[in-house]
């Protein structure tokens, strides 16, 4: 049974910092690319930072110098380090993993950001 389980959101002040995880099971995680998406109230989820099964980051303009991604995968794990958030960040943070035709969702992560 494949699974991914986002961890690390929270209630934050502007310009502060959190870590989110995503944690899979029941894939072969090495093979797979990882987006960090998220979705505002009222919007389109939007991609926010993906990073290649070989490690190769990108990010939306908007994080770009903010937000870091980066992956383990020993421990089966990527993460989004969120630094100097501002509170248009406020969203649901959901992590993919796509392989081939294959992609898996986990059920996202609340992320506030208080002005």
């Known amino acids: 049974q494949v699974q991914l389980v986002e961890s690390g959101g929270g209630l934050v002040q502007g310009e502060g910092s959190l870590r989110l995880s995503c944690t899979a099971s029941?894939?072969?995680?090495?093979?797979?690319?990882i987006g960090w998406y998220r979705q505002a109230t009222g919007k389109q989820r939007e991609l926010v930072a993906s990073?290649?099964?070989?490690?190769?980051?990108s990010y939306v303009d908007s994080v770009k110098g903010r937000f870091t991604i980066s992956r383990d995968n020993a421990k089966n794990t990527a993460y989004l380090q969120m630094n100097s958030l501002k509170p248009e960040d406020t969203a649901v943070y959901y992590c993919?993993?796509?392989?081939?035709?294959?992609?898996?969702w986990g059920p996202g992560t609340q992320v506030t950001v208080s002005s």
């Open positions: 993919k993993a796509g392989f081939r035709s294959f992609v898996y």
């Open positions: 029941g894939i072969a995680f090495r093979l797979y690319d």
């Open positions: 990073i290649s099964s070989g490690g190769s980051p």
